[in-house]
């Protein structure tokens, strides 16, 4: 939240590591898993800016972490950081990975397998599949209404609920390596190998818009705190920083433009 630390994975010893953005050393290694680690996710912070983070693996298995912002680190029942839970029911590497605090969700993808629904206690809820061969999901993110996107290799971008219903399936032109939802929930961006980044909107998937093709393809997208900016990062080391208003796709605000 506080855009302090930076937490990277796929290290050889199976750990993931905290770095300090300001001095670019590491505070923390974090050990838990038998495999390299493949995703990293965060979920949405508490009233003292706690936060839950989720770690996928080669080893077929989900890790839960607490991250204290007091101590700001990770931090177990004792000394040396342990998980809160262990999320099983994968048959091959982590994929993806995301996770709600409010809802208490995590919802993890794997190489040829389903979407999977965990509690943050460790349950396992249900898997989300679709009609279409829909597995090894790419991209991945819940939304706090409890709406799971996902985009996959086969270019497929799919809308599930969180109690298992597929709501929409497009397939999309393009290769899609990055998705990001607004924070009400009601838009969807994705970016992908063609340097395209296009605006949906959520539940039944249409399209609203589409900003001006990058030099390169599009890597990682990030909204700022206020919504007003989308940061596109490229192939090619650039970072792209657009204008982006919700409001003009929003139908209590349509006389306004």
Do not use: M
């Not at 290290?11 to 300001?22: C, G, L, P, Q």
């Not at 390299?36 to 839960?64: K, M, P, Q």
């Not at 249900?126 to 209404?145: I, K």
């Not at 959520?202 to 990682?220: D, N």
């Amino acid at each position: 939240v506080d855009s302090r630390f930076i937490l990277a994975a796929g290290f050889w010893d199976n750990s993931f590591r905290v770095f300090s953005a300001e001095t670019a050393k590491i505070t923390q290694i974090i050990f838990g898993h038998y495999g390299v680690v493949t995703c990293l996710a965060r979920s949405e912070c508490n009233i003292s800016s706690d936060c839950y983070i989720v770690s996928g693996s080669e080893d077929c298995t989900v890790l839960l972490w607490h991250w204290n912002a007091r101590t700001q680190a990770i931090v177990g029942e004792a000394e040396v950081p342990t998980p809160r839970a262990i999320l099983t029911g994968h048959e091959n590497t982590i994929t993806c990975v995301s996770i709600s605090a409010e809802l208490g969700l995590v919802v993890s993808g794997s190489l040829y397998g389903p979407l999977l629904v965990h509690t943050t206690f460790g349950d396992l809820l249900r898997s989300l599949s679709g009609p279409v061969d829909l597995h090894s999901a790419a991209c991945l993110w819940l939304s706090r209404e409890g709406i799971v996107l996902a985009s996959y290799p086969s270019h497929h971008l799919a809308v599930f609920t969180i109690n298992g219903k597929l709501l929409r399936c497009e397939l999309q032109s393009d290769s899609i390596n990055s998705i990001i939802v607004s924070r009400d929930g009601e838009y969807v961006i994705t970016a992908g190998e063609k340097g395209i980044i296009e605006v949906w909107r959520t539940f039944h998937l249409s399209s609203l818009y589409t900003f001006p093709s990058c030099e390169s393809s599009v890597r990682a997208l990030a909204l700022s705190h206020d919504q007003k900016f989308l940061l596109a990062g490229l192939a090619t080391g650039s970072v792209v920083v657009f204008n982006i208003d919700f409001n003009r796709w929003h139908h209590e605000f349509q006389q306004r433009y």
